[in-house]
């Protein structure tokens, strides 16, 4: 299955760059050629994160508003300019390489969600003397499971890399690298393995905030883990402060440098209006951005998407609870509640790549109704693009 889901990873990024060989010639003006290959990718928070790996946070220069990116992309980006040349080119490998980590962590999740499926009976197993099951064990799976299994592995990776805001994994940001960490924890944490899980949040903290969802999660799943299967040991928990120490080492760190305890939610606030409001407060505020004419009409688009995105949200939040996930649904809800509660929506899109649970439950369910692949495809294929061209013709994708 680990081969399906890179299989899938590898043939999206080809896609990725015809979108960027269309982005080169259909955004120009007048009689010109396209400008060179790697200035497609260079924009946005990308310049952000290459500033930050080649000079730090407070050279001459800088400005003091980037404290707002964590520091562990732009560290990955500085080794992997050890390797490669030129900076560009290095944010690009760090996504690509952490990218096929994601997928393969994501499809190893989306496969034990269709084998918890199938247990619960959901799926059914046909008993063909054919299907290679042990026989001293009726739960164990055959070659019919083993291949729904890796169907979902490949359906959830195939949703996970043509979602809409799926650019920001090809590109210089953060996301593949914190989706490499977090998917790879849930998965470690899901197979009792407290102290890989632990471990590689830390890394998801080091890269971005939502680490701190991720470890409320993961503890959370250790409460409960328990329960009279003994898939914990009480004498492990103070584990569950390591993926804690990179953001406390972080805010200390800039508290030296600056005196404020608090200067990334200052940068934060400074830098992209991230100010606490009430929920109602910011819809209404992204809904007069998206449908009050007061945005440009890309610029409109892409808030239209943050409302949708934020829907999606709510909903898998609720599925989750009502299918009693409670750690998947704490972790979606927090990244909710800090994206939900500023002057308005932003990137709520690109949080969605990291709710593994969206694409484990789509992955599985396609397995049983494939008119869902189909829909997807359909329906959020092109959303993709559009968000792609937005962003790769240098213009703002949310």
Known sequence: MDRASLAVWGATRLGMVVLAWISAWVFITGPTKPGPWLARWDRWDEGIFLGIAQHGYFAAGTDPRHVAFFPGFPVAVWLAHLFVGNWVTAGLAVSLVAGAVATVALGRLAADEMERTRRRGVVAIPADPADPADPADPASPGRF????????????????????????????????????????????????????????????SAVRVNGLFLAAAIALEFVLAGRGRGRRRWRQAPLLAVPLLPVAAYMTYLHHRTGDWAAWQHAQAAGWFRTFRNPKYAWDETWRAAFGASQAGHTAWVFQLELLAVVVGVALTAVLLLKRRWPEALYVALSLFAL?????????????????????????????????????????APVMAGVALLFLSGQWAG
């Open 145 to 204: 499971a083993r291949t729904r299994a890796t169907q979902a592995a490949a359906n959830a990776t195939f949703f996970f890399a043509l979602a809409p805001a799926a650019v920001f994994l090809a590109a210089g940001y953060s996301e593949s690298l914190f989706a490499a960490f977090a998917f790879s924890a849930w998965l470690a944490a899901r197979r009792d393995r407290w102290a890989l899980a632990v471990v590689l949040a830390a890394g998801a």
């Open 340 to 380: 939900g509660t500023t002057t308005w929506f932003m990137s709520v899109p690109r949080a969605m790549l990291l709710w593994w649970p969206l694409w484990t439950m789509l992955g599985t369910w396609a397995v049983r109704r494939p008119v869902v692949r189909t829909l997807y495809v359909c329906c959020v």
